[in-house]
């Protein structure tokens, strides 16, 4: 990693209202903005893609926003066209 590479990219990532209060909190324990936090955090991952409990939180992750994108297009749908939403 070049240490002194602006820090130009940007990537957005949603979270839940819980979510957000956690990295507020361990952020403040920590002594670091929430920002220091996100990219420690960032870089850790990174550096272990290998490890299995990693790959659970990436197959969750899929599953979540999978139904999330699922009940966002059935609501469009229902809107637009009055189809029912399916649970």
Request: glycine content about 6%.
């Amino acid at each position: 990693m070049d240490d002194d590479a602006p820090l130009e990219q940007k990537i957005w990532t949603r979270f839940t209202e819980a979510e957000r209060q956690r990295v507020r909190q361990a952020a403040a324990e920590m002594g670091v903005s929430e920002s220091v936090l996100g990219r420690a955090l960032w870089r850790y991952g990174l550096d272990h893609l290998t490890d299995p409990d990693l790959r659970g939180l990436l197959e969750e992750e899929n599953r979540r926003l999978a139904a999330a994108r699922r009940r966002a297009g059935q609501a469009t749908a229902h809107k637009r066209w009055g189809t029912p939403v399916q649970d």
